[in-house]
């Protein structure tokens, strides 16, 4: 059963860059793409950006100059990283799994339990 | 960019009732749909993908349907874990873009 799991501070102070892991158990990381996504306290969902295992990168325009996304096949691992951050970016910050290439990989199969970051001085 | 609306943003319901929950995309998404199901303190989980295929697991009282810019998600008959937010989300193959709609909450009646 593949798992994800975040880590990170859960605190961030505004201006400086927020920084997560996403951890990958019970499957590979290779052939599949890897997504971030987060949440605002009460509301809806928003992709930030995904990497393929190869280290190739695709990220949402509103957020695109702010955002790096990385990869570690060595350790299974993904990490997320956001400058300038506001109270804005305060939100529960998920990692996923895309659905498997022959889907289109199009979906999220696979999800973290989501890690809360608050942005506060 | 395409923007999906949901509708109803609040449902009401009781526990063996039937549900029916709208998604209308901005433009036709190729039926290129999923829905998920989201309960209160946990990540969202995947029910349906590309309108209509039940993900792995997922019970057979879920179902999901449309074309073009119009997709419903039916619950035939409602358990009582089945009170949650639900998302509809769709994907922009190129450039690669994933949005989600704002989601309808179905609570208990």
Same mark, same amino acid.
């Given at each position: 059963q593949v798992q994800l799991q975040e880590s990170g501070p859960g605190l961030a102070n505004p201006s400086e860059t927020l920084s997560l892991t996403c951890t990958v158990s019970g *499957? @590979? /990381? %290779? &052939?599949y793409f890897w997504s971030w996504i987060r949440q605002p306290p009460g509301k809806g969902l928003e992709w930030i950006g995904y990497v393929y295992y190869t280290g190739s990168t695709h990220f949402s325009p509103s957020l695109q100059s702010r955002v790096t996304i990385s990869v570690d096949t060595s350790k299974n691992q993904f990490s997320l990283k956001l400058t &300038?951050? %506001? =109270? =804005?970016?305060t939100a529960i910050y998920y990692c996923a799994r895309h659905s498997p290439p022959h889907t289109g990989s199009y979906y999220f199969d696979y999800w973290g339990q989501g890690i809360m970051v608050t942005v506060s001085s | 960019e395409i923007v999906l609306t949901q509708s109803p943003a609040t449902l009401s319901l009781s526990p063996g009732e039937r549900a029916t929950l709208s998604c209308r995309a901005s433009q036709s998404v190729n039926n290129f749909l999923a829905w998920y199901q989201q309960r209160p303190g946990q990540a969202p989980r995947l029910? /349906? &993908?590309?309108?209509s295929n039940r993900a792995t *697991? /997922? @019970? =057979?009282r879920f179902s999901g349907s449309g074309s073009g810019t119009d997709f419903t998600l039916t619950i035939s008959s409602l358990e009582p874990e089945d009170f949650a937010v639900y998302y509809c989300q769709q994907p922009t193959t190129w450039p690669p873009w994933y949005t989600f709609g704002q989601g309808t909450k179905l609570e208990i009646k």
């Open positions: *499957g @590979p /990381i %290779t &052939s &300038s951050v %506001t =109270a =804005a970016d | 029910l /349906i &993908s590309d309108v *697991g /997922i @019970p =057979a």
